[in-house]
């Protein structure tokens, strides 16, 4: 990504050690807060393949970063009594970077790969048989001594993560028996994850402070959690330890993020598609250009939650500033800007 945000979904240098966050995920299925239809289908998937003692179909998860994607990976390990690997579409550059793996892995295990659609087309098309038959065909030496070996797995499941489904080959996507996707929590949501977090890490965090955090939060945990321990830092070192909804204003004011949980990346997004464009429709690439950033990290980062809490809306002429949008950076708003017909998001 361009450049470090606090309100980014997507974990950053800063992120504390590993074992800090470890301590903070939930580690089975009844502590993991909110998603409900998606505890609901999986609990019910748990079940049925515990008892017949077989791995569970495998799971396809999208949505948004920080939402809580690999803590649900570690949790149905963990339900299920096994263990999870856990890897990368980029970081599995050849075919021959998941033989160690796969065949390490014991029946039932996860394989969890995150930003599965970044699979390079070779390691994508290497792990069809393995998801499907258990097993991997790979190719020893080169040339005229060229031979195939194939090498049978035990049953195991993948768990595969993205932001981007679209991106992801029909193929792929067909294999997996369980798919869903993970929206953004409620502030009710964010706010029993913050106080479960708080009480772990020993916070005294009143009721007026937790909701000022949670409606800050981008209706996203990973958010929420990051906000917590700078609204701690802040406390600690400019208000006595003293915690309440104006020492979490003073500390996020601080950081550029203001009451809706829009830092400045979102309002420069606002404000170029709101003065540069007059409230649209504009294309995202243009938007992208206008800014010096990449269009990808716009339609990733940026656009989701603008899409969710109504400041924008995507039509088919482009993405456009909704009335809400134009009071919350303060520009007028063109009402033909969002004439169009109204399309996803
Ligand atoms: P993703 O893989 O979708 O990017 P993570 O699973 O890494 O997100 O979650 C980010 C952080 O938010 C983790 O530290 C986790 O503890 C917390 N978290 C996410 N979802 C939940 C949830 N439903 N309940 C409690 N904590 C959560």
């Keep these: 990504m361009a450049r470090e945000r606090l309100i980014s979904a997507t974990e950053t240098e800063d992120e504390p050690t590993a074992s800090v966050v470890a301590s903070l ?5 009844e502590g993991y807060v909110g998603q409900r239809d998606l505890k609901e289908r999986l609990s019910i998937a748990l079940t049925a393949a515990r008892e017949r003692n077989e791995p569970l179909d495998h799971l396809l998860l999208h949505g948004p ?5 690999t803590t649900l990976a570690h949790i149905v390990a963990r339900e299920l009594g096994t263990k999870a690997y856990v890897t990368s579409g980029p ?9 160690g793996t796969l065949t390490r892995m014991e029946s039932c295990d996860i394989l969890f790969i995150d930003e599965i659609h970044r699979l390079p087309p070779v390691v994508e098309e290497y792990i069809y048989p ?3 038959d258990g097993r991997i065909d ?6 005229m001594h060229a031979r195939v070996v194939t090498l049978d797995l035990k049953p195991f499941t993948l768990i595969g993560a993205t932001t981007r489904p679209g991106l992801l080959s029909q193929p792929l996507r067909d294999r997996f028996g369980l ?3 993970l929206g953004y929590y409620a502030e009710s949501e964010l706010g029993e994850i913050l106080a479960r977090a708080a009480a772990r890490l020993d916070i005294d965090l009143p009721r007026d402070a937790l909701s000022a955090l949670a409606s800050r939060s981008r209706g996203t945990p990973r958010v929420a959690l990051r906000l917590l321990r700078r609204v ?3 406390s600690q070192v400019r208000a006595s330890g003293r915690m309440g909804a104006g020492v979490v204003q003073e500390a996020l004011d601080l950081e550029g993020v203001d009451v809706r949980g829009l830092d400045a990346l979102d309002r420069q997004y606002m404000r170029v598609l709101g003065e540069t464009y007059e409230g649209g429709p504009v294309g995202v690439e243009a938007i992208a250009a206008s800014m010096g950033e990449d269009d990808g990290t716009l339609e990733d980062v940026v656009e989701p939650y603008l899409l969710q809490v109504g400041f924008l809306a ?3 002429q482009g993405r456009c500033l909704t009335r809400a949008g134009a009071e919350h950076i303060g520009v007028p708003f063109r009402e033909r800007a969002c004439a169009g017909d109204l399309f996803g998001g």
């Design 65 to 69: 970063p920080g939402l809580g994607k």
């Design 138 to 143: 790979f190719t020893v030496d080169s040339g």
């Design 314 to 316: 995507r039509t088919r």
């Design 232 to 234: 701690r830092d802040f």
């Design 91 to 99: 970081a599995l550059t050849k075919a021959s970077d998941l033989v």
């Design 179 to 181: 798919r869903h996707h």
């Design 25 to 29: 995920r939930p580690e089975r299925l």
């Design 130 to 132: 393995a998801m499907e």
